[in-house]
């Protein structure tokens, strides 16, 4: 079975510029999850969406974050402008969440996009 | 803040010995999870513990989890050199959908 799936897996760009991160999650999750991890801040969960819809986007660093997920297979991150202190690697996760927060599964991660902000 | 945090930072045994690493968390939990990351790659997940469990075995890993004192721990026997990873725990919270909250990670290096 196919996992969770990113790209690039490497985004080199200059300050000001947009950048586009893309997930595509394992066929059948409901639920997806766009992280950060760096060094200083380990791993962090900027926003998350169950069946397509954003339930929490409180760790979006700030308005030149944005998020969407038009359909049940595909995600995007875009950062515009981008900064040099958004160099950091992001992870797409998906996982299938029940009715029964008990019985949650566990999250599948993509193998990241590093991205390094010049 | 971090829900979980791991104990220790870094850790570094010879092949053969048993890697013990520790997760504190401050809130009460459905379950507990353990993910091992392997340099470059994305976060694997390894196994699950609910709340009403104590112990748990898969292969190698043994996780226990104490709610009273909110801390779990991860035990891998008898090390090898391909167990060298980031080992993360990660909670969830009650009433707070699927979200994990993930702990800043234990570094294991295993000597061969």
């Known amino acids: 079975d196919a996992g969770v799936i990113q790209s690039p897996r490497h985004e080199v760009t200059e300050m000001g510029q947009e950048v586009t991160l893309r997930c595509k999650p394992i066929s059948g999750h409901n639920s997806l999850f766009w992280y950060r991890q760096t060094m200083m801040r380990g791993l962090e969960l900027l926003i998350y969406f169950n069946n397509n819809v954003p339930i929490d986007d409180s760790g979006m660093p700030e308005d030149r974050f944005s998020a969407k997920m038009p359909n049940a297979s595909f995600s995007t991150l875009k950062i515009q402008p981008s900064e040099p202190r958004d160099s950091a690697v992001y992870f797409c996760?998906?996982?299938?969440?029940?009715?029964?927060?008990?019985?949650?599964?566990?999250?599948?991660f993509g193998d990241g996009t590093r991205l390094s902000i010049l | 803040s971090q829900q979980g945090e791991e104990d220790p930072q870094a850790l570094s045994i010879q092949e053969g010995e048993n890697a013990t690493m520790n997760c504190s968390y401050k809130?009460?939990?459905?379950?507990l999870q353990w993910y091992r990351q392997n340099s470059g790659r994305g976060l694997v997940h390894l196994i699950l513990i609910r709340s009403n469990e104590r112990e748990k075995h898969s292969g190698r890993l043994r996780v226990t989890l104490d709610t009273s004192k909110k801390s779990s721990s991860l035990l891998i026997t008898a090390s090898r050199a391909a167990d060298t990873a980031s080992y993360f725990c990660a909670t969830d919270q009650d009433n707070a959908g699927n979200m994990l909250t993930f702990g800043g990670g234990t570094r294991l290096m295993v000597k061969p």
């Open positions: 996760a998906s996982s299938l969440a029940l009715s029964d927060s008990y019985s949650n599964q566990p999250q599948h």
């Open positions: 809130t009460s939990i459905n379950n």
